[in-house]
């Protein structure tokens, strides 16, 4: 099949999302499912089809995601409805949109911050229990409590732990 | 006019500290939070402003705990009950906002308990966590719901406020995102922005009948 000519082609836009909390890995086929379910469950089949989303590259916590001309705001709604990707806790942020990958390549190069700072110590207590560092950004922190029972992540500043 | 989250459970009701919340907020465009059970105070240019959400109390038990609440200045909010409840619960001073009118009977909200709430200026709260985390028909009956409660907004103009209920800063959302939810059940962005400034209007101290001119 041949390719169409550029006025013929369907008019594409690209958003860029971050990935929350820092460090989360997901699989673009993961996330691409659970953009796709979020789409259908919000609009309907039929408006999902005329969005077409795809998740086209991924960069670190960067996403881009393609959509149709016109349907940025219906997919950023239903972006905004993801709260869990394979059962992780998720978060995506919409950062920008463009109708270039390119664009939103160089976007990620001039906004791009270290994935995570080196800290020392690498544990810390909070609200009287131990806590294993597990990212930290700036004044963000996020750790994890030790052990084998509740090892959920908890999101806190520098303060939090300097005030103990 | 301060755009304000009205409602959110920092650490340790939810996974983050205030102050993680307050820092994310600021990322996300707020001016202010509504934390539940957490001292008022600012954080990184975010206002923290005490939250107290009353439930299952009888309305003799609700008089008495708004009187213990009124020194401090905390945002006093009440869980919606039956269409009774509701009327008294909004006639009692010291109440601020009616809550989870989503999830309450069908006519737990109706014209005359929305002329009470404009003339107490008592907030009715719009919950988006089921939009965010309900699907199917738990999020359809909330759009219905909110729709609903809209009506009644234009009408009687009650003041309205917009609360995450974010346990975590993953379950905050930004106030572009959140326009865009609230577009899902017919506000656009005027009453967005009014519903985000609620919180002011139930703090503000109501204008005299009597006026020096």
Known sequence: ?164 | MKITDACVYPYPRGDSSVRRMALDAKALGFDRLVAADTPSGEFYGIEIVTGTLIRDTPIRDLINQIKRQRNNAAVVSVQAGDNGYNRSAISVKGVHILRGLHSADKNAFDHITAKIAADNRVAIDLDLSPLLFGRGFTRQRALLRYRDILVLERRYEFPLTLSSYARSILDMRAVREITGLCSLFGMDTPDVEMAFSGVDIITSLPDSAVRVI
């Open chain 1, 1 to 164: 099949m041949s390719t169409r000519p550029p006025t013929l082609r369907v008019k594409r836009r690209y958003l860029l999302i971050r990935i929350e909390p820092a460090g989360t890995i997901i699989d673009q086929k993961d996330l691409h499912y659970a953009i796709s379910d979020a789409v259908t469950s919000l609009w309907g089949d039929a408006v999902a089809a005329v969005i077409m989303s795809a998740v086209v590259a991924s960069e670190g916590q960067y996403m881009i995601i393609r959509c149709q001309r016109g349907a940025e705001q219906d997919l950023s709604i239903a972006l905004s409805t993801i709260t869990k990707c394979c059962e992780i806790p998720i978060a995506l942020r919409l950062v920008a949109a463009s109708g270039t990958i390119n664009t939103l390549r160089e976007k990620i190069r001039r906004v791009k911050i270290p994935e995570s700072e080196s800290i020392s110590p690498r544990e810390c207590t909070f609200d009287k229990k131990l806590f294993q560092i597990n990212a930290c950004n700036g004044q963000k922190i996020d750790v994890i409590e030790k052990g084998f029972k509740n090892t959920n992540r908890l999101f806190l500043t520098r303060e939090d732990l300097e005030e103990l």
